[in-house]
């Protein structure tokens, strides 16, 4: 039977302002896709960041003009749709990720599998982090009592205040933390004295501490700094990883940069080639695309998926998250359905 293919943008909303070193949202549009073969029904989503891609819109226009020939990608050769799909949209990684994610999806449907199971993974995940994004410091109490239930935090930092937010958040807390730069600390030195600073407050891990592509000053930072460092900007495209042997300990894997789950299970074997440890992580997505990343999740050491639980009206249900602990479970495909 043919396929037919639609789309959406929904707008969500999140439960705090959603503040980084570069950006502050309260709502962000994304695209929710739907492919169906008039028996089953499947699902992605593209949730694009501007530090990569254009918008929503842009989005939508380039699914306008390529309709047909998205129609025609094969459900069952992921290389070849993967080879087409980068053709296509070049520049569009989560539109890549999109159209992945519900090709993939409706494949383990029509098989009646979940994902999860097809590529080998397992329902044991580690803990994911809960984010704590930038903010006053008078607002962080709050945000520390909503982060009640998760045992690991995720802080972001990149500000002229970084001091002050540590000290904010360990008066309230002894979690363990992670400590996510985006690209922040611009120079060696600053980077030396951030992570010098933070070797006493129990962090598990630092995310991108420096700008992208500065990769002889990271091999600096990694061999002065007992905190494993982890590539999160600079480590995009399964093509990138060659270049971070020596700068990083870990490599995060996203689908919304890597541009889905094929190109992800290309990043997990490179990971083991060049002995990276794997992260997961996200953008604020919906439970589209978090359950999407999920069904690989037990392939990675560190798991950071929590933007379907930073969103105050998620429109869809998929795995669980309680306490941080990602429950898989035993639906086809990436087990997700309108809530
Ligand atoms: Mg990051």
């Known amino acids: 039977m043919s396929l037919s293919l639609s789309w959406s943008v929904v707008r969500v909303n999140t439960k705090f302002e959603f503040k980084i070193a570069r950006s502050a949202f309260s709502h962000y549009n994304r695209l929710i896709l739907e492919l169906t073969d008039g028996q089953y029904l499947a699902y992605g989503e593209a949730a694009p960041n501007i530090r990569y891609e254009g918008d929503t819109k842009e989005i939508v226009a380039m699914l306008d003009e390529k309709k047909p020939q998205i129609l025609e990608l094969p459900v069952d050769d992921a290389e070849t749709r993967q080879l087409a799909l980068e053709k296509m949209f070049p520049d569009s990684f989560s539109l890549q990720a999109a159209i992945d994610t519900v090709f993939w999806d409706l494949y383990a449907k029509r098989d009646e599998t979940p994902l999860w199971r097809h590529f080998g993974a397992s329902k044991d995940l580690a803990i994911s982090s809960y984010t704590i994004g930038i903010s006053d410091l008078d607002a962080i109490p709050a945000k520390i009592v909503e982060a009640a239930p998760y045992p690991i935090l995720k802080i972001k930092l990149g500000t002229d205040y970084d001091h002050e937010i540590m000290r904010t958040i360990r008066k309230e807390t002894d979690k363990v933390l992670r400590v996510d730069v985006n690209e922040g600390w611009k120079s ?70 890597c541009g889905g789950l094929t190109n992800a299970l290309k990043m997990i074997e490179l990971s083991q080639k060049y002995e990276f440890d794997i992260m997961m992580g996200c953008m604020l997505e919906t439970s589209i695309g978090i359950s999407a990343l999920a069904q690989l999740g037990s392939f990675a050491r560190w798991l950071d998926l929590d933007g379907n639980v930073l969103i105050a009206d998620d429109p869809y249900l998929g795995v669980g998250n309680i306490g ?6 035993d639906k086809p495909g990436i087990g997700v359905e309108p809530r």
């Open 188 to 257: 060696i030195d600053d980077a030396k004295r951030g992570t010098e600073w933070l070797i006493e407050e129990n962090v598990e891990f630092l995310e991108q501490p420096m700008p992208a592509l500065q990769l002889d000053d990271i091999a600096k930072l990694r061999e002065f700094s007992p905190i494993p460092i982890v590539a999160d900007e600079d480590s995009v495209r399964p093509e990138d990883l060659k270049n971070l042997v020596g700068a990083y300990d870990g490599i995060n894997i996203k689908l919304m940069k």
């Open 324 to 329: 941080g602990k990602i429950i898989l479970n």
